[in-house]
Nanobody, 122 residues
Framework: QVQLVESGGGLVQAGGSLRLSCAAS????????IGWFRQGPGTEREFVARIYRSGGLIYYGDSVKGRFTISRDNAKNTGYLQMNSLKPDDTAVYYC???????????????WGQGTQVTVVS
């Protein structure tokens, strides 16, 4: 089993940046692919980005391409989501999740963090 804890959320002005972290404990972090998802007010949870367990393959959701960067440090058992050029539409609770299958489909992610709130104001 893997325990995930997100941090780094907060309140930021439009155009600003935040870096989210996802600290893992339990089973070997490097055995899992990591995904970031978000859920805004009144919306369904949305895929944001995913990274292969080795870090060698990355995919982004269309709404964040060119602005967000996903990464991981397996030596530190931590994943990251660097968010730049933030917009009010990026306001959401952001979740990291771990999966044995490399996919954007949230149903395949077995382990989830509790989420961290990101609020972008104009």
């Amino acid at each position: 089993q893997v325990q995930l804890v997100e941090s780094g959320g907060g309140l930021v002005q439009a155009g600003g940046s935040l870096r989210l972290s996802c600290a893992a404990s339990g089973r070997t972090f490097s055995s899992y692919h990591i995904g970031w998802f978000r859920q805004g007010p009144g919306t369904e949870r949305e895929f944001v980005a995913r990274i292969y367990r080795s870090g060698g393959l990355i995919y982004y959701g269309d709404s964040v391409k060119g602005r967000f960067t996903i990464s991981r440090d397996n030596a530190k058992n931590t994943g990251y989501l660097q968010m730049n050029s933030l917009k009010p539409d990026d306001t959401a609770v952001y979740y990291c999740a771990a999966a044995e299958r490399f996919t954007s489909a949230e149903s395949f992610y077995d382990y989830w963090g509790q989420g961290t709130q990101v609020t972008v104001v104009s």
